[in-house]
């Protein structure tokens, strides 16, 4: 086989390809399945390699290959097991490279605790290193070893060195693309000698690049090297879509943050970022509260008052600013992805592209097509449809919460097909909480913000267990009829976490579909709590 | 004109259900031949290869067929005194990634009490940069995976106090990109291992509200391919660690429903090999230790029944962390 010598072919991995080529060889492929396979592979090591540039360094080789193949009168066979000849043979070339391994790696670690720091030191160590990149000691031991000899001046020639040193990580990264070690060393080769052409190293980037565009050690390489040489990357890359992206898809999110004030506030949920943040009130203490809320590095100065229940609220911003000149660009494209919908109705990147461009562009107006679109993802794109139920969900409750001002006392969200909760943090404000007629059995831990809560109304929501229903000091009614809880025990387990609990009503759920089931729960419940009202029909 | 996914075909004759005993003959088999080539040249890894096999093995409930010693032993022999910090073998250097996986070891091994916490939370906070990042050891390289490596193995040891966490936040913060993900220094490609660092951070620190976890859980859902299996990046191919670092991240962000348990429990059973047990990255690959004990821990968190639960942040059976008293945050669902 021909041997391809290219100036570059440390990088491309070149050979790498021609030890695939003898493997397949040793397999007996005939010439298409070798091509095949030879695809294959490259396509497992080098994640987006260039196949055309890939097959032009080949070329020659790939022909005699073809050559070989059909002198062999290989036709039509399929992988097999490897023959005991081949075993044998790869057998003996490890045995033989792990021998010489092993020895590098006893003579280096001999030097080393001699403190012998010279360049027959460096041979062996840049010997066992085009071996195995990955030896992370190996890369330490020749940085000790360069530093000791700039300390000792005994570098006459550093760009000959550092251009050594840079030879070396291109002959690893040609046997491990993805080695840290090797790319480590190589920039810590161009910070610790300055004479080293960086233009050099950038066209080398490209090169790489272009064999394996999504290599990110080399694109973060290549940042290094831009960065050094003072280019911003926005000087050479364009980014426009991904700032457009940027302002329509990174919905600020937020979270409240109150600065201790005598140690008397807690979260709800005990972790130190909540939505929300309550606090026993002093009974000698006067009608108002100043205190500081911290949200991100924002602070603001915020007066509890009573003649507003010492509540207070951040309005909530549900849709981002989106500038006159980015909307007309968004309607522009929200066309093109109709007349794509046009000519495929089940096409899911139109699909969802156009509900995030509806969303940016105007709810009220587009609300039905909306909805409407993220019914089709979850019909269409099924393993991802409980991620566009959630944020159908999520899009409905910011639909409510938006179409008046936040309302107090009463709040429903009945019948929405709800599969999750958000914003829940402003159920604090309400008292009557329906959520009847949704799907909310995962969610309900969420609820553990409705601390004023006295009538719960969670009917008909596909619940099989209340094990995660949150502690809830006011709740004095509960409803969990229509639901698909199977014991007693779901309820008897879950009483504890409602102190105020005066009445609830369990009916038509499987455990009181019978008399027997209905008096053994009434029974149980009345000697925990005699007083409570309990409704099982 | 449609884009060509990159995927594989799951043939028909793949294994549908845990193969476990196989997985575990053919832990306890690897490294007994200490001249086998692949297994000598992979020792500058052995300290995490160990944590990689005790970890698979105590989420199969089957820790009692080693010899605690002999892992506890080589623990001792790779820590260095000087610095504080374990390596990955006898004679190589000592590193953060090596730390964490020798930590890992002595918790699953009820043997915290061995370990010179002292020196290792010196090794740990050493590290740490102004910026808030670490270094994976003194020669410099920053990454998030370091990051994360710090605040589990100080949180593991009750010290996390010992570093600036608030600066250590900032620093994976600067990290996060405009798709959600995190990448392993600010401005790097979003990428699912690093994001599993980055998420795995902020839940040992209890900072996960800091992220928009609807964006990055979309981003993660989207690592699903028409196989079941999953990618580490858009366009790539699907692999079995990524079903780990993917749906842990997931886990943690109370979104793990947003993908299809069913077709990923699918590729990962169908990612064993049948004739000499483990798991390998993709249908008919060679099997490793790594990838046996990803897809081990990823059917736990997929709630396998003959497999303890594991943490989605560190890794470790939930057993383990319960008995230190170490948590971690996970959102809300």
């Given amino acids: 086989m021909k041997v391809v010598s290219d100036p570059f072919c440390n990088l491309c991995g070149v050979t790498q390809v021609q ?48 050559r070989l193949t059909r002198l062999l009168e290989m036709h039509g066979q399929v992988k097999t097991d490897k023959s005991a000849a081949v075993k044998e043979k790869e057998k003996k070339q490890k045995d033989a490279k792990l021998k010489i391994y092993r020895e590098g790696m006893a003579q280096i670690f001999e030097k080393r605790k001699s403190g012998i720091k010279d360049w027959e030191t460096m041979r062996c160590v840049g010997d066992v290193l085009s071996m195995n990149p990955d030896v992370y000691t190996l890369w330490n031991i020749r940085k000790e070893i360069l530093l000791h000899m700039v300390e000792e001046k005994t570098i006459d020639e550093p760009v000959k060195v550092g251009e050594d040193e840079l030879r070396l990580t291109e002959i690893c990264l040609k046997i491990n693309p993805k080695s840290y070690g090797a790319w480590h060393h190589r920039c810590w080769i161009i910070e610790h000698f300055p004479e080293l052409d960086l233009k050099r190293e950038l066209i080398l980037c490209n090169k790489y690049l272009k064999l394996d565009a999504r290599n990110f050690h080399c694109w973060d390489y290549r940042r290094f090297i831009t960065s050094r040489l003072g280019l911003s990357p926005e000087e050479e890359l364009s980014y426009t879509m991904q700032k457009i992206e940027e302002d329509f898809s990174n919905y600020s999110s937020w979270h409240y943050r109150i600065s201790e004030d005598g140690g008397k506030w807690t979260t709800v949920n005990s972790i130190k970022e909540s939505p929300l943040w309550v606090s026993d009130l002093n009974s000698n203490s006067s009608s108002e509260y100043n205190i500081k809320v911290a949200i991100l590095n924002e602070v603001e100065n915020v007066c509890l008052k009573a003649d507003n229940d010492f509540v207070w609220f951040r309005k909530p911003q549900f849709d981002p600013e989106v500038s006159p000149k980015l909307k007309a660009l968004l309607v522009e494209q929200l066309e093109t992805c109709n007349q794509l919908l046009e000519l495929e109705p089940e096409s899911k990147w139109p699909l969802l592209t156009s509900v995030v461009f509806m969303k940016a562009i105007d709810t009220t107006q587009f609300r039905e097509e909306i909805i409407r679109r993220l019914r089709c993802l979850m019909k269409y794109d099924k393993y991802r449809s409980s991620y566009y139920s959630d944020i159908l969900s999520k899009f409905l409750i910011e639909e409510e919460f938006k179409s008046n001002e936040l309302p107090t006392g009463s709040f429903s969200l009945k019948n929405l097909g709800l599969t999750s909760f958000y914003y829940t943090q402003y159920f604090a404000r309400f008292e009557l909480i329906d959520l009847s007629h949704n799907k909310l059995k995962r969610t309900l831990t969420k609820l553990e913000f409705a601390v004023n809560c006295t009538t719960l109304i969670l009917d008909d929501n596909d619940l099989t267990s209340l094990q995660n229903i949150p502690f809830l000091p006011q709740v004095i009614s509960l409803s969990v009829a229509d639901n698909r809880l199977k014991t007693a025990d779901e309820i008897l387990n879950c009483i504890d976490k409602l102190p105020s609990l005066q009445k609830i009503n369990v009916a038509r759920n499987p455990f009181v579909e019978d008399d027997a089931g209905k008096q053994d729960f009434v029974k149980k419940l009345k000697t925990l709590k005699p007083t409570l009202e309990i409704i099982v029909d | 004109m449609a884009n060509l996914v990159k995927d594989v075909v799951i043939s028909q004759d793949t294994p549908k259900d845990l193969l476990l005993d196989k997985h575990i003959d053919y832990l306890l088999k690897y490294g007994t031949d200490t001249n086998d080539f692949e297994f000598c040249m992979t020792e500058y890894l052995r300290m995490s290869g160990m944590y990689w096999m005790l970890t698979t093995l105590a989420t199969a409930k089957k820790l009692h067929l080693i010899s605690k010693d002999q892992f506890t032993e080589f623990i001792d022999q790779c820590f260095d005194k000087e610095t504080g910090g374990y390596s990955a073998c006898p004679g190589h250097d000592p590193h953060i990634l090596y730390t964490l996986s020798a930590v890992q070891i002595a918790c699953i091994l009820d043997s915290v009490d061995r370990l010179p916490i002292d020196d290792i939370v010196r090794y740990i906070a050493g590290l740490q940069l102004p910026d808030g990042s670490f270094t994976g050891d003194k020669w410099g390289e920053i990454d998030t995976r370091f990051s994360f490596c710090a605040v589990a193995t100080l949180s593991l040891l009750n010290r996390l106090s010992s570093i600036n966490v608030k600066k250590a936040v900032e620093f994976v913060l600067s990290c996060q990109n405009f798709d959600g993900g995190f990448g392993s220094k600010p401005k790097s490609e979003s990428h699912a291992g690093l994001i599993y660092c980055c998420v795995g951070f902020l839940s040992v620190t209890g900072e996960l509200g800091r992220i928009d976890a609807d964006h990055l859980g979309w981003w993660l859902c989207e690592r699903q391919l028409p196989s079941g299996g999953l990618n580490g990046r858009p366009e790539k191919l699907p692999d079995v660690c990524y079903s780990w670092w993917v749906i842990a991240s997931l886990t943690m962000l109370g979104r793990q429903h947003w993908i299809s348990k069913d077709q990923l429990r699918r590729y990962i059973f169908a990612s064993q090999d049948c004739e000499t047990g483990g798991f390998s990255d993709r249908p008919g690959d060679l099997p490793d230790p790594f990838h046996t004990l990803f897809g081990v821990a990823a059917l736990s968190l997929l709630g396998e029944s003959n497999l303890i639960p594991i943490n989605p942040t560190f890794c470790m059976p939930q057993d383990v962390l319960s008995r230190l008293g170490v948590e971690s945050q996970v959102l809300t669902k």
């Fill in chain 1, 19 to 66: 030890d695939v080529l003898h493997f397949f060889l040793d397999c007996a492929f005939t010439t298409d399945v070798l091509k095949e396979h030879i695809e294959e592979e490259m396509a497992k090591t080098y994640d987006h390699y260039n196949e055309q540039a890939v097959m032009e360094y080949l070329g020659e080789g790939l022909k005699d290959l073809k």
